[in-house]
């Protein structure tokens, strides 16, 4: 516990843990910052990042060399209004460099301090094609839990495999005992690094639907709007581009058949 920082201990009714780092899509990240911020969730601890990161350069500022700056892993709390399960957020700015296990070891500690026995993460669910609505896929720790996210629409794919922390994180906590759970944002594996606040959406609403949260998600329909549109522009651009470097004109092959 000595790399962890806790400035206030709240008293939590039945709280779930629900963690994000960044990932593909920044599906995981993006989700679970927008609930934390609109549902005001107050800082309480962090994690000493030193441990466990590595840095590998600097930022310059103005033509200014910056001090290092280390990825910041913060805890918020948030109770439900009517007392249908508190929440706590946690939020990594950056994957840790080194002793992962170690590192989802401290963040589950905080979690059961403050009497915490379900975890929930979010990720993407990586698909060839580029969904006109993208679905959630579901995981979790029991059968029973499992056939209860067919209620909110839930894909049950079988086999796959979470990468990161957001994966590492639910193996760690059913290793102790704890509930578990994964909700995936289908992604198209073409663009795997491009913020994807649509599959964000349709995470987030599951989520709130499970957990009976009731949270404005007009801002993030909105950030979703504007990212399919972009994301159309692209693919439109892209194919124009395909065409004209690989396709030739009927005539220019009618020369090309006649020199040859």
């Not at 975890?119 to 609505?133: D, K, N, S, Y």
């Not at 944002?185 to 949260?213: D, K, Y």
Request: net charge negative; proline share 7%.
């Amino acid at each position: 516990m000595e790399t962890i920082r806790i400035y206030e201990e709240p008293q939590l009714h039945r709280p779930s843990l629900v963690a994000a780092w960044p990932g593909m899509g920044q599906v995981a990240l993006q989700g679970v910052s927008y609930l934390r911020e609109k549902l005001e969730a107050v800082e309480f601890a962090e994690i000493d990042p030193m441990p466990y990161s590595e840095l590998g350069g600097v930022f310059i500022e103005g033509n200014l060399i910056q001090p290092p700056r280390f990825p910041q892993n913060k805890f918020y709390y948030w109770r439900h209004p009517q007392e249908r399960g508190d929440l706590v957020f946690f939020l990594g700015e950056a994957q840790p460099s080194h002793h992962a296990y170690d590192f989802a070891c401290r963040v589950l500690e905080v979690g059961e301090k403050l009497g915490v026995q379900r975890v929930i993460t979010m990720a993407a669910a990586l698909v060839p094609e580029f969904p006109e609505q993208p679905r959630v896929w579901g995981a979790a720790s029991s059968p029973q839990m499992a056939e209860e996210l067919n209620k909110y629409g839930v894909l049950l794919k079988g086999d796959f495999y979470v990468a990161g922390m957001n994966g590492l994180l639910l193996a760690v906590a059913r290793e102790r005992g704890l509930e578990t759970l994964c909700l995936l944002g289908e992604t198209p594996r073409f663009v795997p690094q491009v913020e994807n606040p649509a599959a964000s959406l349709v995470v987030v609403e599951v989520l709130a639907q499970f957990l009976g949260l009731e949270v404005d998600l007009g801002d993030l329909r909105q950030m979703a709007g504007k990212a399919r549109q972009e994301m159309e522009r692209f693919l439109m651009e892209s194919r124009k581009e395909f065409i004209d470097r690989f396709t030739i004109p009927i005539w220019e092959r009618r020369d090309e058949e006649e020199k040859a």
